[in-house]
């Protein structure tokens, strides 16, 4: 992924948490003319779980947001390997949609990069072959 897509990928971000975060603040129950009038504020339950809501709201928008990025970095290698000849229905093909979905193979597999599509494939198929045999 190249700098200008993250950058744009995190603006996005923000700007969907801004969106959110303002939703809450919005969709909160507003204290009555009478309430205000009379100078009430919530107990500090009420502003414990208020501030937890946004917290889970924020920590769940966090984990989309690494899940798409997941997704993103497991289809541009599947992708490369149908290039380099994995194409679907093949062995290569089904053992890398395998593998992949580790993080730990897809850090080795990244720094294939530079190296031609039978070195690729290769580690596939023995990475495959060493974890289920």
Do not use: C
């Not at 969709?27 to 946004?54: D, F, I, M």
């Not at 149908?82 to 089904?94: K, L, R, V, W």
């Amino acid at each position: 992924m190249d700098i200008s897509n993250k950058e744009q990928e995190d603006e996005e971000f923000e700007s969907v948490m801004l969106a959110l975060a303002l939703d809450v603040m919005l969709s909160e129950e507003r204290p009555t003319y009478a309430q205000r009038k009379l100078h009430l504020s919530p107990g500090p339950e009420e502003k414990g779980t208020v501030g937890l809501t946004k917290l889970h709201l924020v920590s769940g928008l966090q984990e989309k947001q690494i899940v798409s990025s997941n997704r993103h970095e497991i289809h541009d290698m599947m992708a490369m390997l149908i290039a380099d000849g994995a194409i679907p229905g093949t062995d290569e093909h089904f053992y890398a949609s395998q593998l992949l979905l580790e993080q730990k193979y897809r850090d080795v597999f990244s720094s294939f990069k530079g190296f031609s599509p039978s070195v690729r494939l290769g580690w596939i198929k023995r990475t495959w072959e060493l974890n289920n045999f």
